[in-house]
């Protein structure tokens, strides 16, 4: 009885730990210039001009017209944000799973090969910042897609390779070796075999993955100069003279929310399984 | 011609040598059981002919031909694992016909097939039941039906039976048994349990550290081990060893251990001529020891009863003979109790003499 009091006090606290930043931002997203300071969460007069100026930059907020650097609309960071996260993601999966099925499965590289990948998380991303901007002006990458699509998949390439060893390390060999013996070739054992096993945690990684690069924002600030701006970095230009447009910082952050959450809404099923690691058996 | 051949098969692992010198030929329709303790080599030997493993050095025909270089897929071997590996996420059907599939077998075609393959197994009724909710005996069904839906030259069994409680073992030995002689192919059947090498092959190799210490019929490995090892791995209850000295008194030769001394004149000559060795063991099975009440055998040996185990019709009688203890099978004599004296003889032709330093059998 205790027991369940206890699961039920520490559900309510992560839930309000998590909940409360969010509610506020929607409550922010509401309100007007005069109320952006004010401790009330329902707003006196609520307007939706926040969310009007992020397609309208020019658009007076509550009445007061706020002169930014921003002249366009966000669907460019938007579009960037989706090529940039998901094909960096896409990248990532991809050549993270064969990685992670050669370590798991032939122990490619030995111990040492899969622990190597993990020193590129055990610096600030910060310490990579000036050699990277060296190396990608040297080889015109600065302000591009695929500058920033490789350097995506690059970062997240080692939560990739580890998550999906795990969910590899799950799936017993001896499936693949019998369908290797009924004659499959050892492609069509990924494919028929192996994958299918493990589409949950698949799914699970790409999900995480797509999170880490949808809201990355020092390497996409440090990279895009104009053309290549992602949703993190417009949020952070919304400053104007009098100082930073929160009201429209959260209205924009709501707004960029909404991908995530409808990824993981779609494969939701998988992520009770991707999440539980595995348990097929 | 003989449908696998096996030659001098080696294969280190790092510093691990887990197969030393391993050869052996497996006939047409013949069940061959590799049996040995586990860490022996006998799942690395079924690994390489399989082609899920690269020896190091030595060769692999089926059907004639070197298939060294063959990866597993085009081997056409059929292999049970010892947990089966039943596709969790397709149904038994599915199962059956995978290799169907990849082959790319016509529908009707797979159909027939996978029905026939079903009901040899007798698995027919439970074809939609996906292979995660199968329990132990229809997965076994399932992996055998799956291994030999594709007509395979060669069907290997690893251990197909050791993750099964007892009483169930038995059953699906039984089974496993009917099955093998209904499909009739060549089979090697790797295990631990002797018993089931007993009743489930026509010959078997017993291996010991990398390398086949004997290799015969079930009788000829059972009646004439050729080390201690395996007169100790073989038979249950396991034979008699008792380490004895060979002592030569007058014209007669005599193994003696403590106040235990059996009359060995008979064997003397060809003691003499396979081994200098004066420290030799003796083995005897406990059927091989008959006892009776009263002594009716001159050479009879005085022996006190120390525990009996009735075990169905038989009764195994743990003896106390000059100081040594010993097994005897023999039938249940009432009139016996813990205590009892009796008289025990021992069957001379059956009998074994092991070297005590190389372990080898001498008679």
């Not at chain 1, 104007?240 to 952050?253: D, F, I, K, Q």
């Not at chain 2, 497996?26 to 006998?42: A, D, M, R, W, Y």
């Not at chain 2, 039941?129 to 992996?143: I, N, W």
């Amino acid at each position: 009885m205790t027991k369940t009091i206890v699961r039920y006090l520490l559900l309510i606290v992560v839930s309000i730990w998590t909940l409360a930043p969010v509610t506020w931002m929607v409550s922010l997203s509401f309100k007007g210039p005069t109320e952006w300071y004010a401790p009330n969460l329902i707003p006196k007069q609520p307007i939706v001009d926040n969310y009007i100026s992020l397609f309208i930059p020019t658009n007076p907020i509550g009445g007061s017209f706020f002169f930014t650097s921003i002249t366009e609309p966000i669907t460019k960071p938007l579009i960037n944000s989706l090529i940039a996260a998901g094909l960096g993601t896409l990248f990532a999966v991809l050549v993270g799973f064969l990685a992670a099925y050669g370590v798991s499965r032939y122990r490619a590289g030995g111990t040492f090969v899969i622990f190597f990948t993990l020193l590129t998380r055990m610096l600030p991303g910060a310490t990579f910042v000036a050699p990277l901007m060296v190396f990608y002006s040297s080889i015109h990458f600065i302000d591009t897609y695929p500058g920033l699509i490789m350097l995506y998949t690059a970062v997240t390439l080692t939560y990739a390779i580890w998550l999906m060893k795990g969910f590899l390390d799950e799936i017993p060999p001896e499936w693949e070796e019998a369908a290797l013996l009924e004659g499959a070739s050892p492609w069509t054992v990924l494919r028929k075999i192996t994958i299918p096993l493990t589409k949950g945690g698949l799914a699970a990684s790409a999900l995480f993955i797509f999170i880490l690069n949808w809201s990355e924002f020092l390497f996409a600030l440090v990279i895009s100069v104009t053309q290549v701006t992602t949703l993190p970095v417009q949020i952070s230009k919304y400053v104007s003279a009098v100082g930073r447009m929160y009201g429209t910082e959260a209205s924009l952050g709501l707004v960029a929310t909404i991908p995530s959450v409808t990824l993981g809404y779609l494969i939701q099923k998988h992520l009770v399984t991707g999440f539980t690691f595995g348990r097929i058996r | 011609m003989p449908k696998l051949v096996v030659k001098n098969l080696r294969k280190v692992f790092g510093t691990f040598e887990a197969v030393k010198d391993v050869s052996f030929q497996v006939e047409e329709q013949e069940t061959l059981c590799l049996l040995g303790p586990s860490g022996c080599g006998k799942t690395t030997t079924l690994r390489i002919i399989a082609g899920l493993e690269v020896p190091t050095s030595g060769e692999v025909s089926l059907d004639g031909v070197l298939v060294n270089d063959v990866p597993p897929q085009k081997r056409q071997i059929g292999l049970v694992f010892q947990d089966y590996a039943i596709f969790p996420h397709l149904s038994v059907f599915e199962n059956i016909a995978y290799g169907l599939r990849v082959r790319k077998m016509s529908e009707t075609q797979l159909r027939t097939k996978v029905h026939d393959t079903a009901s040899l197994v007798g698995v027919e009724n439970i074809l939609d039941v996906p292979g995660k909710r199968l329990g132990l005996s229809e997965m076994q069904r399932v992996a055998i039906g799956r291994s030999i839906a594709l007509d395979p030259k060669l069907l290997l069994l690893d251990e197909p039976l050791s993750n099964i409680d007892a009483k169930a073992r038995e059953r699906m030995r039984a089974e496993l048994g009917k099955l093998q002689k209904e499909i009739g192919i060549a089979t090697v059947y790797v295990t631990h349990d002797q018993l089931e090498a007993m009743t489930l092959a026509d010959r078997i190799a017993v291996m010991r550290n990398g390398l086949i210490e004997q290799i015969g019929t079930t009788s000829e490995i059972y009646d004439s081990a050729r080390t201690l090892f395996i007169a100790n791995f073989i038979g249950s209850p396991s034979m008699n060893l008792i380490d004895c000295e060979l002592v030569y008194n007058e014209e007669r030769a005599i193994l003696k251990s403590g106040d235990f001394a059996l009359d060995v004149t008979e064997f003397a000559d060809t003691v003499k001529g396979r081994s200098k060795e004066k420290e030799l063991v003796l083995g005897i099975r406990p059927e091989n020891i008959s006892l009776d009440i009263e002594k009716t055998d001159p050479k009879a040996i005085e022996a006190e009863v120390q525990l009996m185990e009735p075990v169905g019709a038989k009764s195994i009688y743990h003896l106390k003979i000059g100081g040594l203890t010993a097994l005897a099978k023999g039938h249940p004599m009432p009139e016996v109790n813990v205590g009892s004296k009796l008289w025990a003889t021992f069957n001379k032709d059956k009998l074994h003499l092991f070297d005590k330093k190389t372990e080898e059998a001498i008679v």
